[in-house]
């Protein structure tokens, strides 16, 4: 596996413009809370370290990760956000659950970028046990919330880029 020894989380080679100028929305899932939890740490955390202001980050959680697009529809309609980042966990089990509520949110998020022409960041884990979740919560391929809040300043510095 490529990822075995590798912090996926690691921006220490990249520009990162500031997030100060920025509002953003954070969408998470209450389902596998312990690690969406880890994630939306990662994430906020994140946005203050490149200069996000408290005040412009605005957090809702939804009760799972199928809901995460609704949830940022509703963020778009109703708040002026520059990205809404979404963050969830659909764990592998016995069934097709999984594969259908993957789908589902990779493509209704895409949806609602294109709906409000406006970054809506996929952080979400589709791992195949609770080991890979923790992994990628904080763990030693580092905090998937981390990369969707850089994913989120460097999106809306490109979108701010074509407003000018």
């Known amino acids: 596996m490529a990822t075995q020894l590798?912090?996926?989380?690691?921006?220490?080679?990249?520009?990162?413009?500031?997030a100060e100028p920025y509002h953003f929305g954070i969408v998470v899932a209450e389902w596998n809370a312990e690690i969406t939890n880890a994630l939306y740490q990662g994430a906020?955390?994140?946005?203050?370290?490149?200069?996000?202001?408290?005040?412009?980050?605005?957090?809702?959680?939804?009760?799972g990760s199928f809901e995460l697009t609704s949830g940022a529809d509703l963020l778009l309609k109703n708040r002026?956000?520059?990205?809404?980042?979404?963050?969830?966990?659909?764990?592998?089990?016995?069934?097709?659950?999984?594969?259908?509520?993957?789908?589902?949110v990779?493509?209704?998020?895409?949806?609602?970028?294109?709906?409000?022409?406006?970054?809506?960041?996929?952080?979400l884990l589709t791992t195949d046990n609770q080991q890979q979740a923790v992994d990628r919560a904080g763990g030693k391929h580092g905090n998937k919330g981390v990369e969707g809040a850089i994913t989120a300043?460097?999106?809306?510095?490109?979108?701010?880029?074509?407003n000018d």
């Open 80 to 104: 002026k956000l520059d990205a809404v980042i979404c963050l969830g966990c659909v764990i592998q089990g016995e069934t097709r659950h999984f594969d259908f509520i993957c789908n589902a």
């Open 6 to 18: 590798k912090n996926l989380s690691d921006f220490s080679k990249t520009d990162v413009p500031s």
């Open 153 to 162: 300043i460097k999106m809306a510095y490109l979108a701010e880029t074509f």
């Open 44 to 63: 906020y955390e994140s946005l203050l370290e490149h200069g996000a202001l408290p005040q412009n980050i605005y957090t809702y959680a939804v009760p």
């Open 106 to 123: 990779a493509n209704g998020l895409t949806n609602v970028a294109v709906k409000y022409s406006k970054p809506v960041i996929f952080g």
